[in-house]
């Protein structure tokens, strides 16, 4: 059960785009289409942002959006606002005999 | 609407027992996979344990395997996690979620917090 790999930090200013990277292996990230992102604000559940590598689920800003090139899975942020300040973190599926495997965590901070 | 409610965290000490669960409503917890999700203060989030939609196939977080038993009863519509053996380590707030599709979780609640002394 090997953790996945993300940076710890990211920022930019409001409206700008930031991205966040999300690195594992071909038994994760590489082997299946079950990526997901999850924001998580102080003291509150962790919230769906991403699933399936790029679908958005009801509700969450076309801003938002992933990716998937090989190993490793991305989530972008366009046109940031302050409300996206927060901690995101990447999750994937991991294969029928094994449980999922989350990423540290990427704290975006909103200049 | 679907809901989750979780209960049954507290302080309690090193070795002993608690039983978190997770009481579902505006869904059939049977028809879905349930996560149990874990996070230490300050730290990042970790899948606990799931129980597959079938109810039989369970998976658990190597550091709980053997400790943690997760279980449902489908007539009272609620999850739980027996937690054996806790350990300081263990502390954190728990997280019941509803599997949308394989580790993507719209449904979670709100939580609820357990405290390992040694």
């Known amino acids: 059960q090997s953790a996945l790999t993300q940076p710890p930090s990211a920022s930019g200013s409001p409206g700008q785009s930031v991205a966040i990277s999300c690195t594992g292996t071909?038994?994760?990230?590489?082997?299946?289409?079950?990526v997901s992102w999850y924001q998580q604000r102080p003291g509150k559940a962790p919230k769906l942002i991403i699933y399936?590598?790029?679908k958005r689920p009801s509700g969450v800003p076309d801003r938002f959006s992933g990716s998937k090139s090989g190993n490793t899975a991305s989530l972008t942020v366009s046109g940031l606002q302050a409300e996206d300040e927060a901690d995101y973190y990447c999750?994937?599926?991991?294969?029928?005999?094994?449980?999922?495997?989350f990423g540290p965590g990427t704290k975006v901070t909103v200049l | 609407q679907v809901e989750l409610v979780e209960s049954g965290g507290g302080v309690v000490q090193t070795g002993k027992s608690l039983r978190l669960s997770c009481a579902a409503s505006?869904?059939?917890?049977?028809?879905?996979?349930m996560h149990w999700v874990r996070q230490a203060p300050g730290k990042g989030l970790e899948w606990a344990a799931v129980?597959?939609?079938?109810?039989?196939?369970?998976h658990y977080v190597d550091s709980v395997r053997g400790r943690f038993i997760i279980s449902r009863d489908v007539s009272e519509n609620t999850v739980y996690l027996q937690m054996n053996s806790l350990r300081p380590e263990d502390t954190g707030v728990y997280y019941c979620?509803?599997?949308?599709?394989?580790?993507?979780?719209?449904?979670w609640g709100q939580g609820t917090l357990v405290t390992v002394s040694s």
């Open positions: 979620a509803r599997d949308l599709s394989y580790y993507s979780s719209s449904d």
């Open positions: 505006g869904f059939t917890i049977s028809n879905y996979g």
């Open positions: 129980i597959w939609s079938n109810g039989i196939k369970k």
């Open positions: 071909s038994s994760d990230v590489g082997g299946y289409n079950y």
């Open positions: 399936d590598v790029n």
């Open positions: 999750t994937s599926y991991a294969g029928s005999d094994n449980l999922g495997v």
